[in-house]
């Protein structure tokens, strides 16, 4: 039997609402150590930083653009929602002390559990359906693994002290 998480306009409207939500929560964390000068961010992870920010702008319109248009389907406010589920993982980036554990993370904890998510989705959704939100899933997960392996290359001492965090139950 199908999955109606992800088979369904409401299941899609629900998923492409949270995984905008966390692109947001993730371009706006990344954005501010990619600028800010006095938050303990290295000259050679801000290019990394502002990188990446964009690879999550690009990739909150990737998913708008996927969320139905229904008179009944408000994408901003099914992203608010979503995005109220997702204060957990804004305050802990925004409490991340230096590049280290930033880069930790992303690299342990945010990146893999995006990774699983989108995995897993792509795996339950059958293409001949819906094409369009398979391609935006091999686009974002392409982007993710990139972006993970990239943060672990950058960490050679990962950081023991950051938070754990689960991203699995509120994208799905």
């Known amino acids: 039997m199908p999955d109606p998480s992800v088979t369904t306009i409401e299941g899609l409207g629900r998923r492409a609402a949270a995984y905008r939500a966390l692109h947001h929560v993730l371009f706006e964390a990344l954005g501010r150590w990619a600028t800010a000068e006095a938050d303990h961010t290295s000259p050679s992870a801000r290019p990394f930083y502002a990188a990446w920010s964009q690879h999550q702008a690009w990739h ?10 229904a008179p009944d389907a408000d994408l901003d406010a099914a992203t608010a929602s979503a995005r109220a589920r997702l204060d957990p993982v804004a305050t802990a980036l925004a409490a991340l002390p230096d590049d280290t554990a930033r880069l930790t993370f992303l690299a342990d904890q945010v990146l893999p559990q995006l990774e699983q998510v989108l995995a897993e989705h792509r795996e339950r959704l059958d293409e001949r359906l819906d094409a369009p939100t398979a391609r935006v899933v091999d ?3 392409t982007d993710v693994r990139r972006d993970r392996e990239s943060a672990e290359r950058l960490v050679p001492d990962p950081s023991p002290d950051v938070p754990a965090i689960d991203l699995v139950a509120p994208l799905t």
């Open 139 to 141: 686009l974002v997960l």
């Open 60 to 69: 909150a319109e990737l998913w708008a653009a996927r969320h139905p248009t």
